[in-house]
């Protein structure tokens, strides 16, 4: 879409009438357009990301500001917001409307490394914590952080020379608790056996190994480690 038909077409949406779209919000969507407009790649799992307006130059009110929709998230077969100031939000049915991503850039990163790990050896656990808490309260057994990768629901920490990587991903966000999904990669199996006392000592909240693998899309017995290559 190109940045004059977003300036001449941008809206506002209320309820069931339109006005002009503030400046900073239409200059928004053409920035976002210009750097991202028509980016596709394929996730993993069955769908894909798509970015851009898709010939919608709509505003409309979300519970954290002025906002518009500019990704499809094949992941969790939703449109995702823009806020004003970049970061991305999302909330379905009775979860609350909540930051998912700081940046695009951000999330462009987090993607991308989960691709570049996702055919590693991996166990995955579920862990419940309280609202807006984060699941990892001890970094000292982990690998060093990746600030570029990491937002307020997803964490990641790597380390090229040993080849581990962890993630902290939030999976759901039902009203009573937050859920995340905690994955330890390595590349090879005895690496993955480190998984159990490397998460477990990480995290004080209730934290138990998961029953399904979505990168694996299969149920796995508590403890197992996948073992996925590309092409499954």
């Not at 049915?93 to 998912?100: A, D, K, L, M, P």
């Not at 590693?120 to 309260?137: A, G, L, Q, S």
């Not at 080849?163 to 995340?180: F, G, H, M, N, Y």
Request: hydrophobic fraction near 40%.
């Amino acid at each position: 879409m190109a940045a004059t038909d977003i300036r001449s077409m941008a809206v506002l949406r209320l309820d069931d009438r339109t006005e002009p779209a503030p400046s900073e919000l239409v200059e928004a969507m053409v920035r976002f357009e210009v750097r991202y407009g028509g980016l596709w790649y394929p996730a993993v799992g069955p769908n894909g990301m798509e970015y851009g307006l898709d010939g919608d130059a709509t505003v409309h009110r979300s519970p954290l500001g002025l906002a518009f929709t500019g990704i499809m998230d094949g992941a969790r077969t939703s449109g995702i917001d823009i806020l004003a100031d970049g970061q991305t939000a999302w909330g379905p049915g009775r979860w609350s409307y909540r930051v998912i991503d700081r940046s695009v850039d951000q999330r462009l990163e987090s993607h991308a490394l989960l691709v570049a790990v996702s055919d590693w050896c991996h166990r995955t656990f579920t862990c419940y914590t309280p609202r807006d808490v984060n699941p990892v309260v001890d970094e000292r057994r982990l690998p060093q952080p990746v600030s570029e990768a990491t937002s307020p629901t997803e964490f990641w920490w790597l380390d090229d020379d040993a080849d581990i990587a962890v993630q902290a991903r939030l999976s759901a966000w039902p009203p009573e608790r937050d859920e995340w999904t905690l994955r330890y990669f390595a590349r090879t199996p005895a690496q993955a056996a480190e998984a159990n006392p490397t998460v477990f000592g990480a995290t004080v909240h209730e934290t138990v190994p998961a029953l399904w693998c979505t990168l694996c899309s299969q149920l796995i017995e508590p403890g197992r480690t996948c073992h996925r290559k590309r092409g499954r």
